[in-house]
């Protein structure tokens, strides 16, 4: 019997990495973005992905496919919700349309997707929901006002989300990933420390779910320095963040 697995911003980066490691496992993968050329380029080389174009911050379409995808599969047995985006802000003159777009997208979208898929999961007998976040709420990084909160809002959310399907038979994940190198990361013009590929991201996440585990932190050495810093006494914490403003 076939395993059916849905991927979100499927179109480029980890997204389509995932896709491609678990159709070459024998998943069947729905892959999701808006990128219409992207999803059928990546059909045209992988027949197990089967391309779902779609605005996830558009409920109401999103909604309608969601119908239509329940009449054409019996279940899902693993949700990767991986769509996102980041974008730098000025704190002397904050871009409001930057918020509302990198909270209706990190977040907004994250909990419709949640609402809309959940049914689907739960006709799965071992149905897994991973969310993927991100490091970046760890710690306060400069210009990352909108980005990080978007993140530190969806990890709250993966977590109380769990805490509330205890008892039901679909297993939450939370994946905080540090710097992965992908067209999203390849914009930032500073150094990101212990930067990943991509296809070692999407392996340690896989790894990860195969075993089941709540929460999937990686690169430990990105964690464990996050984790360090976050002992320090609060004010001199404040002044190592402001250190490291960019110009």
């Known amino acids: 019997m076939p395993r059916y697995c849905l991927i979100t911003g499927a179109s480029s980066g980890l997204g389509r990495e995932l896709a491609i ?21 990546l059909h045209q080389k992988h027949k197990s992905i089967h391309a779902l ?25 693993l949700v990767i919700l991986n769509a996102g985006s980041c974008d730098y802000v000025d704190a002397t003159n904050l ?7 990198t909270l209706a997208l990190n977040f907004q979208a994250q909990v419709a997707a949640v609402k809309l898929l959940l049914p689907l999961l739960q006709q799965s007998t071992e149905g897994t929901l991973a969310v993927v976040s991100s490091l970046a709420h760890l710690f306060p990084f400069t210009k990352a006002e909108a980005y990080g909160a978007s993140k530190a809002a969806l990890s709250y959310f993966a977590d109380s989300l769990r805490v509330d399907l205890t ?4 297993r939450v994940c939370l994946i905080e990933p540090g710097f992965v190198d992908t067209p999203l990361t390849q914009k930032n013009d500073f150094k990101m420390p212990f930067l990943l590929q991509v296809s070692d991201a999407a392996g340690r996440i896989r790894k990860g779910l195969d075993a089941q585990q709540l929460r999937i932190r990686f690169p430990k050495r990105l964690v464990f320095s996050l984790h360090l810093l976050n002992l ?8 190592v963040a402001a250190g490291m403003r960019q110009p």
Do not use: H, M
């Open 21 to 41: 490691q678990y159709a070459d496992a024998g998943w069947q993968v729905i892959a999701v973005a808006r990128s219409v050329n992207a999803l059928n380029e």
């Open 53 to 77: 174009p779609l605005d996830l911050t558009d409920t109401q379409l999103f909604s309608a496919a969601v119908d239509q995808l329940s009449q054409q599969i019996p279940a899902l047995d």
């Open 95 to 101: 871009p409001l349309d930057i918020f509302d777009r």
């Open 167 to 170: 008892d039901s038979a679909v």
């Open 232 to 239: 320090l006494p609060y004010s001199l914490r404040c002044k």
